[in-house]
T-cell receptor
């Protein structure tokens, strides 16, 4: 089993749709979690951190479910500019910081 | 405020040649990571350092790969000899120790012919 797994997609949705991505992780001791966005031929950039109580940033909501070992990202009112690959990241080793990326989920928002 | 700086941006070389990739992390960051990205395998962690000390190199594919961090502001990833299957984008990233997010460089696109 991979340490961090995501459905690669692609997810093709119309503008205005709500879309959700999940990411599962194998190490129950993992301590911190993030969502990154990567545009074609660019470096990954931080979208948002994921907090235990869940957190929201505008149209984006991140959730953590420790019992089932997954994190999720919800995008509401999708925009064309949201088209990208979304990567989940899990810190597998606490303060020594072994940060492992999922394969990424590709989102294509269509007019 | 300078981000993570990688060089070169592009590298084209012939099989068997030595390749050296360079990285300058963000000043004040204690951890530095080297990742490799391909379509097939995604972003793979090769090695990471905390306070210039290698912590985990289990992702380094084989002995042809080596990485060093001689000081807090510089790291190298070396491939010797290079092979066509090493062709990928190599990213360097840094963060402050602890559970803080990564900041990436622009990457080095390596092509080995």
């Amino acid at each position: 089993r991979k340490e961090v797994e995501q459905d690669p997609g692609p997810f093709n949705v119309p503008e205005g749709a709500t879309v959700a991505f999940n990411c599962t992780y194998s190490n129950s001791a993992s301590q911190s979690f993030f969502w990154y966005r990567q545009d074609c031929r660019k470096e990954p950039k931080l979208l948002m951190s994921v907090y235990s109580s869940g957190n929201e940033d505008g149209r984006f909501t991140a959730q953590l479910n420790r019992a089932s070992q997954y994190i999720s990202l919800l995008i509401r009112d999708s925009k064309l500019s949201d088209s990208a690959t979304y990567l989940c990241v899990v810190n597998m080793r606490g303060n020594t910081g072994k940060l492992i990326f999922g394969q990424g989920t590709t989102l294509q928002v269509k007019p | 405020d300078a981000g993570v700086i990688q060089s070169p941006r592009h590298e084209v070389t012939e099989m068997g040649q030595e390749v050296t990739l360079r990285c300058k992390p963000i000043s004040g960051h204690n951890s530095l990571f080297w990742y490799r990205q391909t379509m097939m395998r995604g972003l793979e962690l090769l090695i990471y350092f905390n306070n210039n000390v290698p912590i985990d190199d289990s992702g380094m594919p084989e002995d042809r790969f080596s990485a060093k961090m001689p000081n807090a502001s510089f790291s190298t990833l070396k491939i010797q000899p290079s092979e066509p299957r090493d062709s990928a984008v190599y990213f360097c990233a840094s963060n402050a120790l602890g559970n803080s997010p990564l900041h990436f460089g622009n990457g080095t696109r390596l092509t080995v012919t």
